[in-house]
């Protein structure tokens, strides 16, 4: 008997041009570039341009998400848009998506998810749950972040991890038995908020006011600072954040093969959340896999938040390491704290 299921039928990405390197960085605040590569593995991320919004990144990504699965946006029967930084906190980031693709004509909904880090896993969740219930056949699934607006660049704890980017997939009924998305786990744990948030003080929201222009253009940190102040930026007890993560990660990971019938050995591909190559390793081996099996972009693109995951799969679709029939498992963890996970018979 066939299973109704959501198949990724098409997969985007887009990251701003702006390069943000270590060296830079280390002009900015007290560092070096060999450090931050030694406790994060990243060397460079990207940042959005002045003017250049959450919704600029998600639209660019969509659009090459929705060419690689052939299909128009007026075919779409929702829009989920994952992200922390919307351009507005009203509308929706997914709404401007929408109009801006054109889908606006078919009135289909768009509603924006916020998880943080995580926000991808569970956009993903929601959207599998819309094709299995029957109520939508072809699902756009984003995640877009512009996180350098919220980034306070004299903290070393946090400015050095944060870029920007989105990516995107296209979800489509299918009816198999075993291929698509096979499960997906998702959690959240609010008693642990001082230990990764942001700070109040945006007055009106988000990546188009009142800080569009919060970012790095130059190496002069008090003229970055002067722009941040009386907006709200991210802080983190980044020691903590990491114990947590890694914790719920292994736990999550135990879950999702057990849930399934499967062995560490039957996974193909771990895509996960790019936050720290230190947690990328631990859970590649808590799996017992070889980093040969791991899609790591975060050394290219820092952590992106919500864009992580979408950004990573995208690449490594699109180069050929992850083919018909394979085993890919993603996970990410974010403030809130949220964890989760979606596995998938590519």
């Known amino acids: 008997m066939s299973t109704l299921r959501s198949r990724i039928i098409g997969t985007g990405s887009y990251l701003p041009e702006r390069r943000l390197t270590n060296d830079e960085l280390a002009a900015m605040v007290e560092t070096t570039s060999s450090w931050i590569e030694e406790r994060t593995g990243i060397q460079e991320r990207r940042i959005a341009a002045p003017g ?37 906190i009203f509308p929706s980031t997914a709404t401007i998506v929408q109009k801006r693709l054109g889908a606006d004509k078919t009135r289909i909904p768009a509603f924006d998810i916020q998880a943080v880090c995580t926000g991808f896993i569970y956009a993903l969740t929601t959207a599998d749950q819309f094709i299995r219930a029957g109520s939508a056949k072809r699902v756009l699934v984003i995640g877009a972040e ?144 070889s980093m040969d099996q791991v899609v790591v972009t975060v050394e290219r693109h820092g952590n992106t938040s919500a864009a992580s995951v979408p950004l990573a799969l995208d690449e490594a679709v699109r180069d050929g390491r992850i083919k018909p029939g394979q085993l890919v498992l993603m996970e990410a963890f974010g403030g809130g704290f949220t964890w989760g996970s979606v596995l998938v018979r590519w």
């Open 52 to 88: 250049e919004m959450t919704s600029d990144l998600a639209v660019k990504a969509a659009e090459q998400a929705l060419q690689a699965a052939g299909i128009a946006a007026w075919e779409l029967d929702l829009i989920l848009v994952a992200t922390t930084t919307p351009d507005l």
């Open 146 to 289: 512009t996180f350098s607006r919220i980034i306070n660049w004299q903290d070393r704890g946090t400015c050095i991890l944060f870029g920007d980017g989105a990516g995107a997939v296209v979800l489509e009924a299918h009816e198999a038995v075993d291929q698509g998305i096979l499960s997906t786990h998702i959690y959240a744990d609010g008693s642990y908020l001082d230990l990764l948030r942001c700070t109040t003080g945006v007055s009106d929201g988000g990546s188009r006011v009142p800080g569009g222009d919060a970012q790095p253009q130059s190496t002069d940190a008090r003229g970055v600072q002067a722009m941040l102040e009386g907006f709200g930026y991210v802080t983190m007890r980044g020691n903590e954040v990491f114990k947590r993560a890694v914790m719920a990660l292994e736990q999550i990971v135990d879950e999702t093969l057990e849930a399934n019938n499967l062995s560490k050995s039957d996974v193909d591909w771990l895509v996960p959340h790019q936050a720290n190559i230190r947690i990328i390793n631990s859970t590649a081996k808590r799996l017992g896999m």
